[in-house]
């Protein structure tokens, strides 16, 4: 547990005093001197304790509230938040490792067609119903192991050849992987449990009714429009999902 009697603010660093205050009582909280509920001394307590000003401790203050660490109550204090898996983010690392890996990750074209937008399909892509769409349907291996079964529709543009969109993978890469050259300007992704069909376990080397992801996700433009919608569907034993909350 650390010792608060023997942390001082350094006058002589560069860093200044409320960034010294933050990543003092930042470490406090992390190492359970204050834990979830409990008040952190009073502004006043702190000015005296630190030698800072009433100014530079509401800074503090502020900035712990920023990063979700603290919450104030007018008349009662400060105090420091409990955990709340709401609040949760989890990393989708293994899945940026598979688009990054273009050594070892390929995509196989299983299907490419131009189709009729059924009442899912318009709802989720913003069009009308009939409208055209192109249907592709890919298996995405790393390197001999398939790992993604993928399926997507995406809006029908005559004036882009078919191919395009066949080969482009929808700038799949481009997106999961951070870099430059997609088009794309952000996605919303939902992922769901499900089960492995007939069709799926055959593609995916794996067995009928083995519990898999579904990640469906909706791509759009930099004009905020729906360009593209479909799932990805990845054996359980595949993919991991993890999440770190609280003070690292």
Not at 117 to 124: G, I, Q, S, V, Y
Not at 149 to 156: A, D, P, S, W
């Amino acid at each position: 547990m650390v010792d608060d009697q023997n942390i001082t603010i350094d006058r002589e660093s560069y860093e200044p005093a409320y960034a010294q205050l933050v990543r003092i009582l930042t470490g406090q909280i992390a190492a359970g001197v204050f834990r979830p509920g409990d008040r952190l001394p009073s502004e006043a307590q702190l000015c005296e304790r630190y030698g800072v000003s009433p100014m530079t401790v509401r800074r503090v203050v502020n900035i712990l509230a920023d990063q979700g660490l603290v919450t104030t109550e007018r008349g009662r204090g400060t105090f420091v938040r409990p955990l709340e898996l709401s609040t949760a983010t989890f990393d989708l690392g293994r899945l940026q490792q598979l688009f990054r890996d273009g050594d070892q990750s390929t995509v196989k074209l299983l299907e490419a067609r131009i189709t009729s937008a059924t009442e899912r399909a318009a709802r989720k892509l913003a069009i009308e119903i009939g409208d055209r769409t192109v249907f592709i349907r890919r298996l995405i291996f790393q390197g001999d192991e398939p790992m993604l079964l993928h399926r997507e529709h995406v809006i029908y543009d005559p004036s882009r050849p078919i191919v395009e969109a066949e080969m482009e993978a929808t700038t799949l890469r481009g997106l999961f992987s951070g870099g430059g050259g997609s088009d794309l300007k952000r996605g919303d992704l939902t992922i769901e449990t499900t089960l492995l069909t007939e069709e799926e376990a055959a593609l995916l080397q794996s067995e009928t009714g083995v519990p898999a992801f579904r990640l469906e996700h909706i791509f759009y433009d930099f004009d905020d429009q729906p360009v593209s919608w479909g799932w990805f569907i990845c054996s359980g034993d595949r993919l991991r999902f993890t999440a770190n909350i609280g003070i690292p």
